[in-house]
DNA sequence: CTCAGTTTGTTCTAATTAGAACAAAATAGT
DNA sequence: ACTATTTTGTTCTAATTAGAACAAACTGAG
């Protein structure tokens, strides 16, 4: 093992800025009355005329027995709709209703601004270094958790 | 605002990045019957003679509200204890049991071995890099959060 | 000694986490 | 047409998340 003084903390501060960047993010979601999880599907479905249930999963990273809920509490809230797939009788599109649709207008640009000042002192090349660093250590995981398992593609694009 | 187009993929990565982490951390920590916060309690607690309620909390991340109910379930489970203080009658000191302190001798070592791993390709220049970015990022929240916050010291140092 | 303010850990709350198990529907092979 | 396998989304489970509210104990000022 290599390394074995200095990755411990590089592991606890990628938990603690995780943990930071979610409570910030959290703090202007909060005066739209959502969670962060809720807020990720409208900002995933923002844009799009609707997404098949397990697309929507694989976008925003939340598993689909925890989506399932997600997804109910934002149609009691009237910001999402359900309509069956006419092609597949198991499959569901999820979609923004007009009321989702007009907080995704509203909301959206106001939540990158928010979200965009964390950069403000960032230049184009200290946010690549940064995104490299991380798809790199993502990397390692997934190799180490399984030798020669890819990635599909939806974890390195978007 | 700088950077539009590039920083929702940085934080995206941070996400996807945690959560593999997570993901493979637990993947061995499952085999000790244990959570992770359950682990990182025992590990944080391990070679000391104990830990006040506050100060563990601190050093693991899990909110106070949380840990009651992480630290109820080691109980249950014998590896740890509650101690009353005998200088402060609000205070409590958590340690571990000697069926804790032997799973934190056998496993802590092997856990250290199995994270690790993930670090096999990175020299210790690349080790540091990663984790200024990190911080840097963590500062970057702080910062925005509320001007001039500072950082307690145990977010910066280990 | 008294009192106001602060600290400590618990209880409570709604939501989420990450699967496993399941039923219904689709697919592929014969 | 039949059958086995896979896929899709739901239900269920135990645990965790992140506070707010609370009661008991402590601290500091007067």
């Known amino acids: 093992m290599k390394n074995p003084d200095t990755f411990p903390t590089v592991l606890r501060e990628l938990l603690r800025t995780h943990q930071a960047f979610l409570s910030y993010a959290a703090s202007h979601v909060q005066k739209l009355n959502l969670t962060l999880p809720q807020f990720d599907v409208i900002i995933t479905l923002g844009g799009t005329s609707g997404l098949p249930y397990k ?14 809920g ?10 999402i709709q359900r309509v069956a797939s006419k092609t597949d009788g198991r499959s569901q599109i999820i979609r923004l209703t007009e009321a989702g ?3 995704f207008k509203c909301a959206f640009p106001e939540h990158l601004t928010f979200i965009g000042r964390l ?3 960032y230049s184009p090349e200290d946010i690549a270094t940064l995104e490299a660093d991380l798809v790199r ?10 030798a020669g398992e890819t990635l599909n593609d939806d974890e390195y694009e978007e």
């Open 137 to 146: 250590l993502h990397k390692a995981v997934s190799t180490a958790r399984g």
């Open 70 to 79: 997600v997804i109910n509490r934002l149609e009691d809230k009237g910001l």
């Open 119 to 121: 950069f403000d002192d």
């Open 55 to 68: 697309t929507l999963g694989e976008k925003t990273l939340i598993t689909k027995g925890t989506l399932t």
């Open 101 to 103: 649709n007009a907080l």
